[in-house]
């Protein structure tokens, strides 16, 4: 069984990447799971996955290594022993280190043959000073054996240069590939150094610490307004203050029959990034929102969000 970690900071792309890779490596013939680590007690992530046919399990244990450790090994032994895949993917969240995962895999008992860890570093928002010297960007650039740079297509050429720069003055040695994962550039690249590198066993002494926070809430939805939910969205990176550091704020309608929307805004003021397919009827619809942010109080942060949404024609979650 092979391990292919797809890592990085919130909204680097690691998703959307993750899935092309595995549709890739299925259609190949190739026997494929995910494992997606994701944050509060409905994913995001995960439902998407699902909704787009991949065998997928979730883990909830956050960053705390312990904790993530078990889940981490009794979930990949569980699919061993189950499914017998021939590669699984697995998505850290933004949170967790890339160290912390590596930690939590050392001493499994199961059979990995290779682990591969991919960190994707996102072209618009990685050269930003306080994103790139953030702990848990240094640690993933350091223990990274590939690091995918996305969102080429958003940012001139010189700055994507710029980047690389300043990733080999960190990590020398990481094979550096550039992409645009929304149109499928630089996957074939990417899958022939998958084939090639030797991935590393690396584990850094220091883990990055998170100081994120988080909100995380499942509404029921009366009625849908999708524009209204993409607004919203935007509208709440608006309210926080520019010295606070977005990591990711998504969110994802999914409909009963099946059917789902999922929405994303990385800076402040972005009009939300919208992809999915809603059926045009339904029987019941519910709306996960996650947003996670650097730099405010928890507590602030949660009744800012709470607050915000209550206006959703939804049922808040106490
Ligand atoms: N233009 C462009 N957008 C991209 C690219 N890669 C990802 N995105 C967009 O970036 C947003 C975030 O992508 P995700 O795949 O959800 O990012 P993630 O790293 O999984 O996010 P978290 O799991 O919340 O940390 C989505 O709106 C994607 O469509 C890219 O190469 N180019
Ligand atoms: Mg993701």
Do not use: W
């Not at 259609?27 to 065998?55: F, P, Q, S, T, Y």
């Not at 883990?207 to 607004?231: G, L, W, Y």
């Not at 730099?295 to 959703?312: P, S």
């Amino acid at each position: 069984m092979e391990l292919i970690i797809v890592s990085g900071f919130l909204g680097s792309g690691k998703t959307t990447l993750l899935l092309s890779l595995a549709k890739h490596y299925s259609g190949m013939g190739r026997k494929v799971a995910v494992i997606e680590n994701e944050i509060g007690r409905d994913g995001i992530d995960g439902e998407l996955l699902k909704a787009e046919g991949l065998n997928t399990r979730e883990i909830y244990s956050g960053c705390i290594c312990c904790s993530l450790r078990c889940d981490l090994t009794q979930t990949l032994l569980e699919l061993e022993r189950e499914f017998a895949p021939d590669i699984v993917f697995m998505e850290p969240s933004g949170v967790a280190s890339p160290n912390q995962i590596r930690q939590a895999l050392l001493g499994y008992g199961g059979e990995i043959d290779r682990k591969t860890m991919i960190v994707v570093a996102d072209a618009e928002r990685l050269p930003n000073d306080r994103v790139f010297s953030l702990p848990i960007v240094q640690d993933g650039i350091r223990i990274a054996d590939i690091m995918a740079i996305t969102k080429t297509d958003l940012v001139d050429k010189e700055q994507v240069e710029d980047l690389e720069r300043k990733i080999a003055d960190v990590n020398a040695d990481v094979a550096l590939i550039r992409m645009n994962v929304a149109r499928g550039t630089g996957l074939d690249g990417l899958i022939s150094i998958i084939g090639s590198c030797e991935p590393k066993e690396t584990v850094l002494e220091i883990t990055a610490k998170p100081n994120a926070v988080v909100f995380a809430a499942t509404f029921e939805m009366d009625s849908v307004d999708e524009t209204a939910i993409a607004q919203s969205l935007t509208e709440l990176s608006l309210k926080l203050d520019a010295g606070v550091l977005i990591g990711h704020i998504k969110a994802i309608l999914k409909t009963k029959p099946a059917g789902y929307s999922v929405f994303s805004v990385t800076q402040r003021g972005q009009p939300a990034v919208q992809k999915g397919r809603m059926p045009s009827s339904f029987e019941s619809c519910t709306l996960t929102i996650n947003a996670i942010v650097y730099g405010m109080e928890e507590e602030f942060f949660k009744t800012l969000c709470a607050d915000h949404f209550r206006v959703l024609n939804a049922e808040v979650p106490a």
